[in-house]
């Protein structure tokens, strides 16, 4: 799948913007703060309604207007779509696919595949379970409709199980009601769990072999699901731990503790990795994530990279590259230097400047 173009209307630094892209590689170069990344964003937005960056809906919206606008042209299976996303300050957006609104922003997931690549990904091997919970979601939810219903309802029945663990002590008389929400989370939380086990197992073939070629044949990554607690074993757990989510007012057990867990020759690198090591399995997972996704859709997904390129040295830079030659990628960056030098084939470019957008040779 491709994207053909984006406009922009009172979205973020852009007033009016039409930028369209080749199915190669595109690039948006230009100073800080110009207006790159909001690019990406609205790409993101496209594709699975949410900006990446987590900001609000009302955040999106350029400063002192009430409504912003995106229109993404995609091609799928030599179809044309055009997917609307209409921002508004004080209500919910509304999103149209080739003029149709739709009732449930889920219906839009699926349509665009997107992954989007920062530095901050680089980080993903170091940081806390909750990123790299954050990504499994993340690519789960734009695969699997029937996963993107059963987190959301799952996070739903969690938020209200916990309001409710909190208001025990001053109503015990609600504790009657504890397990309806129980068996609905064990309902929806054995089902995530499953579908996470699956995902990973795929996931770590591919990981596997392509970190063994970037790290040139010495490197065996290991990646595997850490459950919080097995699909079978919930029920049983979540009774233990009553009194003690009664006490701390919080749901312990569940998918909503999960872990993702790396290993070389044995050695859990999320702890004992260096920081090149740390890096390289980052890069190899989100590489893997390409090719994931053509294998259970059949197409390619979009690939966005938004200023990683500079974060990672040249032998990186070029596994990156090479990696992404049949995929339509858009990279940001802030000068063009690095790639004139690594002289890979770019088809478009542009230049962005207080959110206007020029294009520019892609031979100079
Ligand atoms: N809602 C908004 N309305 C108007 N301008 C906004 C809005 N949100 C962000 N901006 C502006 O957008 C600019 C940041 O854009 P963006 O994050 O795309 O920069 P960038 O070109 O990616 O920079 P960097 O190279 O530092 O990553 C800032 O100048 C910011 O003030
Ligand atoms: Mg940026």
């Not at 350029?62 to 229109?71: A, K, L, M, P, T």
């Not at 929806?188 to 596997?208: A, P």
């Not at 919930?234 to 999960?258: C, I, Q, Y």
């Amino acid at each position: 799948m491709v994207i053909r173009s984006i406009e922009l209307n009172n979205y973020r630094n852009y007033e009016n913007l039409k930028i369209e892209f080749s199915e190669g590689t595109n690039i948006l170069f230009g100073d800080n703060a110009q207006g790159k990344t909001n690019i990406l964003e609205a790409a993101y937005l496209s594709g699975t309604t949410k900006s990446h960056r987590g900001a609000k809906d009302r955040e999106l919206i350029r400063f002192d207007q009430s409504e912003g606008h995106i229109r993404t042209i995609i091609e799928k299976d030599e179809k044309e779509y055009q997917i609307d996303i209409h921002l508004r300050k004080n209500k919910s957006k509304g999103i149209a696919i080739n003029r149709i609104p739709i009732k449930k922003t889920t219906e839009l997931f699926g349509l665009l595949n997107i992954i989007l690549f920062s530095p901050e990904d680089l980080n993903i091997i170091k940081n806390g379970p909750q990123e790299r919970r954050r990504f499994i979601d993340a690519e789960l939810c734009q695969l699997d409709k029937i996963y993107l219903h059963n987190l959301k309802q799952y996070n739903k029945i969690l938020e209200q199980r916990n309001k409710l663990l909190k208001d025990i002590p001053m109503k015990p008389e609600l504790k009657d009601t504890l397990s309806i929400w129980d068996n609905q989370l064990i309902d929806y939380g054995t089902k995530i769990i499953d579908s996470r086990k699956k995902f990973i197992k795929d996931l770590n073939e591919i990981v596997h072999d392509m970190h063994f070629k970037i790290s040139g044949g010495k490197e065996d990554l290991l990646v595997e699901y850490e459950p919080n607690v097995y699909a079978p074993n919930m029920e049983m757990e979540l009774l233990k731990a009553t009194d003690r989510d009664l006490h701390l007012g919080n749901t312990s057990v569940g998918p909503h503790r999960d872990d993702l867990k790396f290993s070389i020759s044995g050695i859990d690198i999320r702890k004992f990795g260096s920081q090149g090591q740390q890096r390289t399995c980052a890069l190899s997972l989100k590489l893997s994530e390409i090719q994931l996704v053509k294998m259970i859709i059949g197409e390619k997904p979009v690939l966005l990279l938004d200023d990683v390129l500079s974060e990672l040295d040249s032998n990186r830079q070029n596994y990156l590259l090479n990696s992404i030659y049949d995929t339509q990628t858009i990279i940001t960056c802030t000068g063009l230097d690095d790639f004139v030098k690594n002289r890979f084939k770019i088809n478009r470019v542009y230049e962005v400047m207080q959110g206007q957008v020029f294009e520019r040779s892609s031979t100079n």
